[in-house]
């Protein structure tokens, strides 16, 4: 998916989460929640994360192919592994902001391997990165954000 579409499902996600979960601290739980919604993509320099932070994905792409490692169960939860052990909060934004996003790249036709290494079996789906269909989709994704919001107020 494209970085809006990423940032667009990570804010509906959040938004939709607030409803449930009201953290301590409420705007860096959004920070941090957005961020991970856009992070996996640093391993590549094409990226809008990646050109931002070129030094860090240069590097990483040296290592790993987009959609790969950092494309994984094993980084969230690592997260959740580590949040939930020292009983700290804002590793939960973390986790699901990244699972937002590697659910939402598991939409795309060109999927992801989520359990890589150990399975290799790629989870695809049926959107075409940057078509026409995504589009439509980002737009009932602000359509979503717009009701989330207005049913917070």
Known sequence: MMFKTHLAIGALA????FHYYIPE?????????????????????KSVIGKRLWPVSSFLSIFTRHRGFFHTIWIPLAAFGIGFYFNIGLFAAFTMGYLVHL??????SEGISLFSPVLKRRTK???????????????????GIGLQAALSL
């Open 14 to 17: 959040g938004i939709t989460l």
């Open 25 to 45: 601290h409420p705007f860096l739980f959004a920070f941090i929640f957005l961020f991970a919604s856009i992070l996996p993509d640093i391993d590549t320099t």
């Open 103 to 108: 659910l939402s790249d598991a939409m795309t």
């Open 125 to 143: 789906g049926f959107i075409k990165t940057g078509s026409a269909l995504e589009y439509v989709f980002l737009v009932f994704v602000c359509v």
